[in-house]
């Protein structure tokens, strides 16, 4: 059976789409899943190079640590998009591919052939916006916007093509539980959102300083204590988090868990 593709993708920059993805694809192979993953961002190559230093350290510390297979999506020497998700779909469980934040026809195939489309977005009214126009204090929608729009093209373009259905996930992302009341709004005002365009949502990961400190040696939060660093509680609530974030997903079971996930 071809792989479940998840797709990352918010046309905002900076809205947490690679971290959500590395942190998706490192979680899905320790559990045993075959993971593939296509990093469409040819210019950044965030998820390559975290996965690039993943390697690296791997090797130097003799560190047998789950790692996905990954490729890095380059117009300039092959610019057959949906061929590339064929060939990586075909011997993997899990295909992850990690998108630019911008809008390009690249962007638009690989989201139209998403089964799990996941739209990270930062806890506030401005990442909102993109998705759609709602008025802040009635949380009433005035109108979805223009990604809601690319979005609902793809679907169609999903359907047209094999039939299938897209499942849009907006994952709020940096969760800044100090900010209770801003987390409130934002939720009803998402609530209200989701029932018009079509969309779940689910709890993403915490703002924690970790998430800027672990892409040089290309590890996440499930790795810590295999390298010895684990540091205790937080770091325990973050992977309970990183749990809920790959429960929220619903997956299908492509595979059982190999081994249990460490707490
Ligand atoms: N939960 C978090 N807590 C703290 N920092 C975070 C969190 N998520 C992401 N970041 C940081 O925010 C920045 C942007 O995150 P990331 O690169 O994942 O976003 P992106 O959507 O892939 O960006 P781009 O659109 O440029 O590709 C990075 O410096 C990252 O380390
Ligand atoms: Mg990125």
């Given at each position: 059976?071809a792989?479940?593709?998840?797709?990352?993708?918010?046309?905002?920059g900076?809205?947490?789409k690679?971290?959500?993805?590395v942190h998706t694809a490192?979680?899905?192979?320790?559990?045993?899943?075959?993971?593939?993953t296509?990093?469409l961002?040819?210019?950044q190559?965030t998820?390559?190079?975290?996965l690039?230093n993943?390697?690296v350290?791997?090797?130097r510390?003799?560190?047998?640590?789950p790692?996905?297979?990954?490729?890095t999506f380059?117009?300039?020497?092959?610019?057959?998009?949906?061929a590339?998700?064929?060939a990586?779909?075909?011997d993997?469980?899990m295909?992850?591919?990690d998108?630019?934040?911008?809008?390009?026809d690249y962007?638009?195939?690989?989201i139209?052939?998403?089964d799990?489309?996941?739209?990270?977005?930062?806890d506030?009214?401005?990442?909102l916006d993109?998705i759609?126009q709602?008025?802040?204090?009635s949380?009433?929608?005035?109108?979805?916007?223009?990604?809601a729009?690319?979005?609902w093209?793809a679907?169609?373009?999903r359907a047209?093509?094999?039939g299938?259905t897209?499942d849009?996930v907006v994952l709020r992302?940096r969760?800044?539980?100090?900010?209770?009341?801003?987390m409130?709004?934002?939720?009803?005002a998402?609530?209200?959102?989701?029932k018009?365009v079509?969309f779940?949502v689910?709890p993403?990961?915490s703002?924690?300083?970790?998430?800027r400190e672990?892409?040089?040696?290309?590890?996440?939060?499930?790795?810590?204590?295999?390298?010895?660093q684990?540091?205790?509680?937080?770091h325990?609530?973050?992977r309970?988090?990183?749990?809920?974030?790959?429960a929220?997903?619903q997956l299908?079971?492509?595979?059982?868990?190999r081994?249990?996930?460490?707490?």
């Amino acid at each position: 059976m071809a792989a479940h593709r998840i797709v990352f993708a918010n046309e905002k920059g900076g809205s947490g789409k690679s971290t959500s993805a590395v942190h998706t694809a490192v979680a899905l192979a320790a559990r045993g899943a075959r993971v593939a993953t296509l990093d469409l961002d040819t210019r950044q190559r965030t998820l390559g190079r975290y996965l690039d230093n993943r390697a690296v350290l791997m090797k130097r510390d003799g560190l047998d640590l789950p790692m996905p297979i990954y490729a890095t999506f380059d117009p300039a020497k092959d610019n057959d998009i949906r061929a590339q998700l064929d060939a990586l779909a075909a011997d993997a469980d899990m295909l992850i591919v990690d998108t630019p934040g911008r809008d390009d026809d690249y962007v638009r195939a690989a989201i139209s052939t998403a089964d799990t489309l996941v739209t990270p977005i930062n806890d506030s009214f401005v990442d909102l916006d993109l998705i759609g126009q709602v008025d802040s204090d009635s949380y009433k929608v005035k109108r979805p916007s223009f990604y809601a729009e690319l979005v609902w093209d793809a679907r169609k373009a999903r359907a047209k093509t094999d039939g299938g259905t897209v499942d849009w996930v907006v994952l709020r992302n940096r969760l800044q539980h100090l900010e209770a009341r801003n987390m409130k709004r934002v939720a009803l005002a998402l609530a209200e959102l989701s029932k018009r365009v079509g969309f779940r949502v689910i709890p993403g990961l915490s703002e924690r300083v970790i998430y800027r400190e672990l892409f040089p040696k290309g590890l996440t939060l499930l790795d810590l204590a295999a390298i010895g660093q684990d540091a205790g509680l937080a770091h325990v609530a973050a992977r309970g988090e990183l749990r809920e974030l790959i429960a929220g997903l619903q997956l299908p079971e492509a595979t059982p868990a190999r081994q249990p996930e460490a707490a």
